[in-house]
């Protein structure tokens, strides 16, 4: 089998200790052919800079603070000169096999541009709290030609993938403009219309729960059915989708939109209507309200 480099990026802002215990591990990976780059978002002195110079195959960039992942993450990608990228967040853990396991997948499934699969959660201080996510009721709904399966249901998650650098080519990178929590999502969402997405049924990667994860700051969730529908829209203009596909979508996002309810209804309501001005004859949105509002669920 060919031995392709693959590049690995990390954002980082402030967290010399969580970052530390990246580069570790990613130190004992069995896939050994990657380069490491470290982007920092403007941490404040050079702790960064001077932890990086401890690891072999880490090369350190240092930008002007941008508030969110999206910047550090698009100019890593910029830098990378391999195969594949893997993106990953510097709190989070990686299955010391994941690389050798995700390439040899890969380059025997030509024709799949993204690798993915679940997490496992762990605390603050690394211990596992036997917990998964990620994880579909039928793995099929993950794998394969998802992108009409997966808008307003769900996403990767973030510290899974391993991308083909081509794709980004073909997609562009994430998007700086949205609120930060929200790029990933719509990243993973604009590729699904340019790829079969591969999905391994076991835990690859560990997500670090803590109270600072951008992705617990849930009122910004509130206005992702709105981004994701430029998507399809946009898809739907280059007949790259049904105007069938576009409506069950739209439904989709309806349903997304709902589930937000509790955290502002008044921005919930407004976003619905943007949707769909016709969301409340819908027999699944109605249920879906009753069930959000009246039963608390």
């Known amino acids: 089998m060919s031995n392709p480099l693959v590049s690995i990026v990390i954002p980082t802002y402030n967290r010399a200790d969580y970052l530390k215990i990246t580069l ?6 069995v896939y050994n052919n990657i380069e490491i780059i470290v982007v920092d978002d403007g941490t404040p002195g050079s702790i960064n800079e001077q932890l990086c110079g401890e690891f072999d195959n880490v090369t350190y960039y240092k930008i002007k603070n941008s508030g969110g992942p999206a910047k550090p993450r698009n100019f890593g990608a910029t830098k990378a000169k391999g195969k594949y990228i893997a993106f990953l967040d510097d709190d989070d853990l990686w299955r010391n096999d994941k690389l050798e396991i995700q390439v040899a997948i890969l380059e025997s499934n030509p024709d799949f541009g993204i690798i993915h699969s679940s997490c496992e959660l762990i605390d ?7 917990k998964l996510i990620g994880v579909p009721g039928d793995p099929l709904v993950k794998h394969g030609d998802v992108k009409n399966r997966m808008i307003g249901n769900w996403t990767l998650m973030m510290p899974t993938p391993l991308v083909k650098k081509s ?3 073909e997609v562009g990178m994430f ?6 929590a929200l790029e990933d999502v719509e990243f993973w969402v604009r590729c699904s219309f340019h790829t079969k997405f591969y999905y391994y049924n076991e ?14 700051q849930t009122e910004r969730y509130l206005v992702l059915p709105l981004y994701l529908k430029k998507i399809i829209q946009a898809k739907l203009t280059d007949k790259l989708i049904t105007k069938k596909e576009f409506k069950k979508s739209i439904n989709s996002l309806s349903i997304m939109q709902l589930r937000t309810i509790r955290n502002n209804y008044i921005i919930t309501f407004n976003n619905l209507f943007i949707l769909d001005v016709f969301w409340m004859f819908k027999i699944r949105n109605i249920k879906t309200l009753i069930k959000k509002i009246i039963l608390k669920k």
């Open 124 to 130: 603050e201080n690394g211990n596992k709290l036997n």
């Open 167 to 169: 794709l980004l080519d």
């Open 24 to 29: 570790e591990n990613l130190g004992k990976q």
């Open 175 to 180: 998007n700086e403009e949205i609120p930060p």
């Open 203 to 216: 835990p690859l990667a560990l997500y670090r729960k803590h109270t600072n994860n951008i992705s617990n």
